[in-house]
Each structure stands twice: as C-alpha cells, then as structure tokens.
C-alpha cells in the first residue's frame, strides 16, 4: 500500500481528523490531504517521524514505504540511482551513510530507490561533504541550487539568465579562460585553477576561442 493510503487508513482507523493531525505535527490541513491522495511526495522525515508518532506508529516501518517509484517525486529516480553509485564507490553502508549525515537508514533507503525525493538542501550538503564530493553538483544532480546562488540570481534574474543561457555552448576546460579573462578585466584579486575533469589541456600559444553569445548578452543588458 503506498504511503498517503496507508496514513489515511491508519489515520481513520484511530478516529482523528485531518485537520487535527495536521495541526499537531506543524503541517498544512491540504499539504496532508495531497500526501494520502499520493498528489504530493513523502515529507521531509522530521514529518514523517511526527505523523507516525501522533499515529502511533513504528517510525521505522512506516518510513519503509513498498511499491514502485511515484512519479510526482520528478528528480527522485535518477538521485537517488546517482547517490547510491557515488556511497558505492566510497564503500560506505548505507547505514553508516544515514548515521553520518543524521537520517534514518529507511528514509535514506527509499531515496536511493527514488521513492523518495530529493532531501533538504541542508542534509544534501550534509552528504556530499561526506562522500568528498561537490555540493553544488550533488544539489543539480536532485534537480536545487544552493540558497546562496538562488539570492544572487534573484537580485539581477534577467541578466544572469542572459549570461547563463549565452555560455551554455562552453566546455569544462573553457571556464578557465573566462573567469581568469574577468578577473583581469576587474582588477580581481582570484584566479580559478583548471577544472578536474577537463579533458583538454590549455594552449599556451593560442587562446581557445570560447563559443558566447554576446548578440543575446548586449540584447539583455541593452534592455
């Protein structure tokens, strides 16, 4: 029985409205009417572990949820496939993962299974710091950008979104020359070290010639 069904039953079962196990563990009356219905994924397990409480109920069971991926957790699937193979290659339990970062061995079981979305940037974060993996490409893998960068980009969204969309044409190796071009262009006391996982060395004879849109950035910045 998916989760939003078996809630609702347990919930009927103990005679208790909606409205009330809503109000008792700090969530709205229809965020909790769409997660029965299966509208909404599964909460964040702080929830989950509050409505098994109030339900008295097995936490652990109830966080151990059968059946197949819900299509209405998006990214889920993918993450959770993504983060499984990156624990793997640590050689990391699941278990001992879910301890280090604070969850629930279930909980984070259904998220590699793409039951469950995506955590919380917060616990996210809290994962890749532990793999030694990047954050923020953790955080596009589960389909979020981090709160920081969401208010730099909400403080000018049209031009960033021009600058983005005019350098998606770039390769890893390319960045290099562009953000060291800007630093030196503004007097800019950094320079970024080559990435990684380029996959071609730079040339010391000849600048690469970096595929950007300046027809869109003039049009955006023009406006």
Not at 189 to 215: H, L, S, Y
């Amino acid at each position: 029985m998916p989760l939003g069904k078996r809630l609702r039953t347990i919930r009927e079962e103990k005679g208790i409205g909606l409205r009330q196990l809503a109000a008792r563990v700090g969530i709205s009356p229809s965020y909790l009417s769409n997660i029965e219905r299966g509208k909404f994924a599964p909460p964040a397990e702080d929830k989950l572990r509050a409505l098994a409480r109030e339900l008295e109920q097995d936490p652990n069971q109830l966080l151990v949820v059968p059946g197949n991926h819900d299509p209405e957790c998006g990214t889920g699937q993918l993450f959770g496939a993504a983060l499984r193979s990156l624990r793997e290659q640590k050689g990391i339990g699941l278990g001992e993962m879910a301890a280090r970062v604070g969850m629930s061995a279930p909980y984070l079981c259904n998220i590699e299974l793409g039951k469950f979305p995506p955590p919380s940037e917060v616990k996210l974060c809290a994962i890749a710091h532990d793999l030694g993996h990047n954050s923020d490409e953790l955080l596009a893998k589960a389909g979020k950008t981090a709160s920081d960068l969401s208010i730099i980009i909400n403080k000018y969204p049209r031009q960033f979104a021009a600058i983005l969309r005019s350098l998606r044409g770039l390769e890893e190796s390319d960045f290099l020359v562009l953000i060291n071009g800007i630093a030196k262009q503004f007097n800019a006391d950094f320079v970024v070290d080559d990435p990684p996982r380029a996959k071609r060395e730079r040339r010391k004879e000849k600048t690469p010639q970096i595929p950007i849109d300046w027809k869109l950035l003039r049009k955006a910045f023009a406006e």
